[in-house]
């Protein structure tokens, strides 16, 4: 039995909120103006601390090891967010297609398709788009002609 079944539903839903809901205000966090302030500011004094501490290695090994584990540990944060900002877009955008009478139902999770058929999809599209501006550029010389 995997970790996940031994926990209970509940359980485990809870976590993967609580997560999400820390995630996303720890980005908000991080990702505000007065965030990048307080980190340049740490910096500016970082290197002003330097010749107090003589430049040692050990000066240098602490701001080396905070910007790694910080960094290590924004990669997890900002994916949560990205994937659960990209899983709500794309169920908007799901919505939006299946709502509107003329749209393409076939459009719906084409995020899931290859590489490759996304590709001929938009070959697909790109031959419409030509075929309308030709028509529409037939359509214009007609009334500039009708015109005359």
């Known amino acids: 039995m995997s970790p996940q079944e031994q926990l209970k539903p509940d359980v485990a839903r809870s976590v993967s909120f609580d997560f999400s809901r820390l995630a996303a205000s720890i980005a908000a966090l991080v990702g505000s103006s007065w965030m990048f302030v307080a ?18 290695d050990t000066w240098q090994l602490i701001v080396n090891t905070a910007t790694t584990i910080i960094t290590f540990l924004m990669v997890f944060l900002i994916q949560n967010t990205q994937n659960r900002d990209t899983r709500a877009l794309h169920l908007k955008l799901d919505e939006i297609i299946r709502s509107h009478h003329q749209a393409h139902n076939e459009m719906i999770d084409i995020e899931k398709l290859s590489d490759k058929e996304l590709q001929e999809l938009s070959d697909y599209f790109q ?3 030509e075929a309308c501006e030709q028509r529409h550029l037939t359509d214009e010389g007609t009334k500039k002609t009708s015109a005359a």
């Open 39 to 56: 980190a340049c500011g740490g910096i500016v004094i970082w290197g002003i601390s330097g010749p107090f501490f003589h430049f040692s």
């Open 127 to 129: 031959k419409i788009r």
